[in-house]
């Protein structure tokens, strides 16, 4: 048996899979969102680990896991958030910045106006967004007092989440080339933390963890850390890059999306790693056995989270499910859109001064509409990112393979394969993000094979586009004068 960490944005899942890849138990712990300001966004890195080992105990007492019956563990968490802490105590050292954060958006600014981009696109890939961390970790070198003192005195340890939860599971200061190539300072040719982005940002090399492979035995769990369970880590892989994994797209030229807190369409580029094209970025998908796999993304902020808007900021639901009855309460969307450009625009656009805009709005408008285009905008925000991709790749996506939660959502699935133009295809298991940190896993104490990743996959649902082109374009039209609306170039 294999226990799958899946520390995400809005809470912590916790899977135990047997040798087949099946579930045998299931566990979560919602986090706590913390909003300091407008647009700042932070998470307890003490309650994040708290969380996360809590839902742990928990699957596997639920699956009956004795010490001695666990095989290894596999890790995946919420990319691009940073944690500080001190590593000889390992106490927090100020909250986690979130990915979602903006704080740093005038510094990205400045370092594009300064001429930098070209630099940190050729080697790592990404754009100057405050998405990515290294922003973030400057800004808590400068404003946090003592604490650029203590890290270059190797009192202070900077880490993506993989990396906090490493070193409370098992001691080890340590972070996968997934989760490091989120940064905007690790070289995704060289495969190293790169010297001209370390003085860029002003981040001492000292400050950050070892980077290891995404399989093998990584390191070793502490039994007090898991309720004595002494096990390989042998996994690690931040969110959509497990994603892809457990979505089995091992060979060049496949792809899925994500739906989470945002959606992150993901196309396996194979093992050379490609020129970023324009609105995407290029990121490391794994590395297995000395081999890099390498990966074209679009990054789409808000498609989960504005669900989670309706409900604890609007209040017109109580749960998420209840959107999918209130979309197909309406036979059409009466001209309503929504741009949930709540913390920006991810790709293609990136538009981190974007902000979000519901428009055609009438007297008749009620709560069903505002589901409606929250779930459209889910389906929207997919078709302009895959379109950066075609275009991009030359060819056009055949398939789309869907997991996260909204991937339950059969309105959406439906929705999305009519505006998008190609079948959407949902996996018998939907949390593709726990099961591809199993699978490392496994991979990684030669329990399983790529090969055997691959045969493993099944399909549950199919969806096959039944729009007419019309009435696509016709949507799709809208939603382009609405997005131009919201943008902060308009």
């Keep these: 048996m294999i226990l799958a960490i899946d520390q995400g944005t809005t809470g912590t899942t916790c899977f135990v899979f047997d040798e087949r890849g099946e579930p045998l138990a299931r566990s979560y712990r919602e986090l706590t969102q913390h909003y300091p300001r407008p647009g700042w966004v932070e998470h307890d890195p003490a309650e994040i680990w708290e969380r996360s080992r809590e839902a742990a105990g928990e699957a596997l007492a639920e699956a009956g896991v004795r010490v001695g019956e666990l095989l290894a563990v596999g890790l995946t968490n919420q990319r691009e958030t940073v944690c500080v802490w001190d590593p000889s105590t390992g106490q927090p050292l100020h909250n986690a910045i979130v990915w979602q954060d903006r704080r740093t958006a005038a510094r990205c600014e400045e370092l594009r106006a300064r001429g930098h981009e070209e630099l940190v696109r050729a080697r790592t890939g990404l754009v100057l967004d405050p998405y990515f961390s290294a922003t973030k970790i400057q800004w808590l070198l400068e404003n946090v007092h003592g604490l650029r003192e203590r890290a270059a ?14 070193s409370k599971l098992t001691g080890e200061y340590l972070s996968d080339c997934s989760n490091s190539s989120r940064t905007l300072l690790y070289d995704i040719v060289e495969g190293r933390w790169d010297p001209e982005l370390l003085e860029l940002f002003e981040v001492p090399e000292r400050a950050l963890p070892r980077v290891v492979a995404s399989a093998g035995e990584l390191a070793q769990t502490r039994p007090q850390a898991l309720f004595g369970h002494a096990v390989p880590l042998a996994g690690i892989a931040g969110d959509q890059q ?75 639901i109580e749960r998420a499910e209840q959107t999918e009855a209130l979309a197909r309460s309406l036979p059409g969307n009466d001209g309503v859109y929504f741009v949930p ?29 505002l589901a409606r285009a929250t779930l459209e905008a889910c389906a929207y925000q997919t078709v302009d990112a895959v379109r950066a991709m075609e275009a991009a790749a030359g060819q056009p996506l055949r398939e789309l393979r869907a997991d996260g939660g909204a991937s339950a959502n059969a309105w959406l699935m439906q929705f999305q394969a009519d505006v998008l133009g ?40 199919r969806y096959e586009p039944r729009m007419g082109e019309d009435e696509r374009g016709e949507l799709l039209a809208g939603w382009s004068a609405a997005l131009t609306l919201a943008s902060s170039r308009s």
């Design 341 to 369: 450009a709540l913390t920006g625009l991810g790709s293609p656009h990136w538009d981190p001064h974007a902000r979000g805009m519901i428009v055609g709005l009438t007297r008749g408008a009620g709560r069903a509409h």
């Design 242 to 316: 497990a994603a892809l994994f457990g979505q089995a797209c091992v060979d060049p030229g496949m792809g899925k999306n994500t739906y989470g807190t945002g959606s992150f369409v993901l196309l396996n580029a194979g093992f050379q790693a490609p020129p970023p094209p324009r609105g995407l970025v290029s990121t490391l998908a794994w590395k297995i056995g000395g081999s890099s796999s390498y990966a074209l993304e679009a990054s789409i902020f808000v498609t989960g989270a504005a669900v989670q808007w309706l409900r604890d900021g609007l209040g017109i």
């Design 422 to 461: 190609v079948p959407v295809i949902v996996p018998e298991i939907a949390e593709t993000t726990a099961l591809g940190a199993a699978y490392l896993a496994g991979i990684g104490i030669g329990a399983w094979t790529l090969s055997s990743v691959a045969a493993g996959w099944r399909e549950r649902a």
């Design 153 to 166: 005195r190797s009192q202070a340890a900077f880490g993506t989440v993989d990396s906090w939860l490493a």
